[in-house]
């Protein structure tokens, strides 16, 4: 009877010692400033983790710690770095505390434990702050607490990967940007076809050209691509065995319109500058693009997928509405060019101004207009704006010194030059955006529309406001308040709807297809440099 005690008191003695150890530890060690963001009033993470687990140690078995390895490397579907949770030096870590004694296994299971609650925040709610690496974001912080709870229990019950999967944003457009990267990252290590070459002219629908073959060489590359991105129809593999390979035919002006439209380019089949631009693109271009928008998808708000919703998708030049019933509108719009950049914002649209009154921003008044007025003082006159002071009343424009026109405002009054049209639609921010009505309708046939100063113009916004005022059970019509003689009439709506200004360079399409666009504001580097460090 006593020998069989003997080895019960040791190994109650053993994990009394390692109790005490890890109790030891956790007291001196103050928890690394990037898990700050996940503190809450209950405690500091990786002590909480712990408690939960009746401060057992966690990573004392080599399959346990094998599945944290597993499920690290599976972060690099994610846009993420294996290396940075030490998903590269765990396995051997473990193998030599063993060797140490307590105080080694102690702070080993320690650091597997940060590198585990670090890996699932940064899923969670993105590993950098959007602050800092966007300018201009005008949204709060995703900081949603780690259910510590829930991963304690993970762990001991081997569900490793479920809690991953658990921390991933549960939203639509997420999933598609995964598997693309997976998939591209696959590319990586084919044959690459040759670049399409510069040409004084482009390459049309008819010619025959030995830039021709190449160009069928480059679809069929991307082709691939397409494929294992799992949208077998984007773009057809283009036939290389053909007879004539140099005759740019049917078959193959159709092929580039599909690669056009997959890049948001000009669909005319031409192959011209912007075409070629993205027909040469590395696939560790496409790469570094994709982990990217991953990390701006961990940004966003979860509420996007569950109630409806205005998403204003900037670099893509589209905006779509989400409505109560499920219904989906979707419009193209014009957003703020490379110098006067629409901002991120999240917000609630609160009212609609109808037959509204335009005040010049400080900035347009510094920048466009005033320059305007030093060369030509009757350009006011000749678009009806007055120029008022901040009473309210409305000045002469000949007796303004116009070298230093001290206190003033320019507003325009409703009509059918007002730049902001019939209705504006309207959220709190802290950049003075809006979206809003135009009377330019021409500029939504364009490719490229960063032509703003920053507001957003809705194609259709008429019949944007005639739903919000439907969904949110308001009691005026559109129609009725635009065709009363009144100006500036804001009309609060009953209900706020979310809506979210995001820049986007690479974004799953309605059919889950991912899209590639331009980085007009030149935006990527930044947060790819910044993903980059450790």
């Known amino acids: 009877m006593l020998a069989a005690v003997a080895p019960a008191n040791a190994q109650q ?18 928890e690394h400033d990037d ?29 346990r710690v094998e599945s944290l390895v597993a499920a690290l490397q599976g972060l690099e579907d994610d846009g993420l770095t294996p290396s940075h949770y030490g998903a590269d030096q765990l396995e051997a870590n473990y193998q030599r505390s063993q060797a140490q004694g307590t105080a080694a296994q102690v702070a080993f299971d320690i650091t597997a434990t940060r590198a585990l609650l670090k890996a699932l925040e940064h899923l969670q709610n ?47 457009y997420y999933q598609p940007l995964r598997e693309a990267l997976s998939a591209y990252r696959g590319l990586a290590t084919q044959n690459s076809a040759p670049f399409f070459p510069s040409r004084e ?5 008819g010619e025959h050209h030995a830039d021709v073959m190449t160009l069928r060489q480059r679809l069929t590359y991307w082709g691939e691509a397409g494929l294992l991105s799992g949208s077998p129809e984007a773009y057809p593999l283009v036939d290389i065995e053909q007879r004539d390979l140099r005759r740019f035919d049917r078959e193959l002006e159709n092929a580039v319109k599909r690669f056009q439209r997959r890049h948001l380019l000009h669909t005319d089949g031409v192959v011209g500058s912007k075409t070629r631009e993205a027909l040469n693109a590395s696939i560790a271009m496409r790469v570094a693009q994709l982990r990217v928008n991953l990390e701006r998808g961990r940004w966003m708000a979860p509420t996007l997928s569950r109630e409806p919703h205005v998403w204003v998708d900037i670099a893509g030049y589209r905006m779509a509405y ?57 350009y006011l006159a000749d678009r009806g704006i007055n120029v008022i002071n901040y009473s309210g009343e409305v000045l002469n424009a000949s007796d303004i010194d116009w070298q230093s026109p001290g206190n003033i405002m320019l507003r325009q009054p409703p009509g059918a030059t007002n730049p902001l049209g019939r209705v504006v639609v309207r959220f709190p921010n802290n950049e003075m ?50 065709n009363t003689s009144r100006s500036d009439i804001n009309v609060n709506l ?3 709807i979310p809506v979210a200004l995001h820049y986007v360079t690479a974004w799953p399409d309605d ?6 666009r331009e980085d007009i504001y030149r935006r990527d580097a930044r947060v790819l440099n910044a993903l980059n460090q450790r």
């Open 433 to 482: 955006i809006y979206l809003h009505d135009t009377p330019a309708q021409g500029l939504f046939g364009r490719d490229q529309r960063a032509l703003s100063s920053g507001c957003v113009r809705v194609e259709g916004v008429h019949q944007l406001a005639r739903m919000l005022l439907e969904d949110t059970g308001s009691r005026y019509q559109l129609e009725a308040l635009i």
């Open 35 to 63: 898990l700050a963001l996940a503190q809450t009033d209950e405690g500091l993470p990786v002590t909480r983790f712990y408690q939960h687990l009746g401060q057992a140690l966690a990573w004392q078995e080599l399959a």
């Open 201 to 205: 002219a482009p390459l049309r629908p």
């Open 126 to 172: 993105g590993k950098l702050n959007p602050r800092e690496v966007t300018p201009r974001w005008d949204a709060p912080p995703r900081l949603q607490a780690l259910p510590v709870a829930a991963i304690a229990q993970a762990v001991v019950s081997d569900e490793m990967a479920n809690a991953f999967a658990q921390a991933r944003p549960a939203l639509p």
């Open 322 to 378: 989400v409505r109560p019933n499920g219904e989906r509108w979707s419009s193209r719009v014009v957003v703020g060019s490379s110098r006067r950049e629409t901002p991120v914002i999240h917000s609630q649209i609160t009212r609609l101004t109808v037959n509204p009154s335009w005040t010049l921003p400080p900035t347009i008044m510094r920048e466009d207009m005033l320059p305007q007025l030093r060369q030509n003082p009757a």
């Open 511 to 516: 059919e889950g297809n991912v899209t590639f």
């Open 494 to 496: 009953p209900q706020h």
């Open 13 to 30: 003695a053993s994990e009394q010692n390692l109790q005490a150890a890890l109790k030891e530890q956790l007291s001196s060690q103050k």
